[in-house]
């Protein structure tokens, strides 16, 4: 848990109020989950990654952008299903309906909020 800590910037106290929040009796619940995860391969973004560019190496850049082109179709495919549609129109009825709109202050965020602002000005 220091080492948790540590690396977050976090205090260990928080650490462990964090941990009963999600209900859990301790950090040390919450460090087993993450290190089950680690064994069972969940890769994340970053192992996901390392894979791609793994791939990418052994098969070439064309491979890729072949397998990107082929994939489109069956993309755009998806998105005109009624399931799909929905999960677009029910937020966006929402977004709409707002006095406010809160976003998280990341700088992942930015290009989101940005564009989420340019479209709601040209609202009546």
């Known amino acids: 848990m220091r080492e948790q800590a540590r690396r977050t910037g976090a205090q260990r106290a928080a650490m462990t109020c964090l941990a009963q929040r999600l209900g859990r ?4 619940l919450i460090r ?5 995860m680690t064994r069972n391969e969940d890769l994340g973004f970053a192992g996901k990654a390392g894979l791609q560019v793994s791939s990418q190496k052994l098969r070439g850049e064309r491979a890729l952008a072949a397998e990107m082109v082929e994939s489109q179709p069956n993309q755009i495919v998806r998105l005109a299903q009624p399931e799909t549609i929905e999960r677009f129109v029910a937020p966006a009825a929402r977004f709409a309906s707002a006095q406010h ?12 909020a940005w564009q989420t602002r340019s479209v709601l000005s040209y609202s009546p």
């Not at 087993?32 to 089950?36: D, I, Q, R, S, V």
């Not at 709109?101 to 989101?112: D, E, M, Q, S, W």
Request: aromatic share 10%; charged share 25%; proline share 0%.
């Open 32 to 36: 087993e989950l993450g290190a089950g």
């Open 25 to 28: 009796d301790g950090y040390k």
């Open 101 to 112: 709109i809160y976003g998280l202050a990341l700088r992942a965020c930015r290009a989101v």
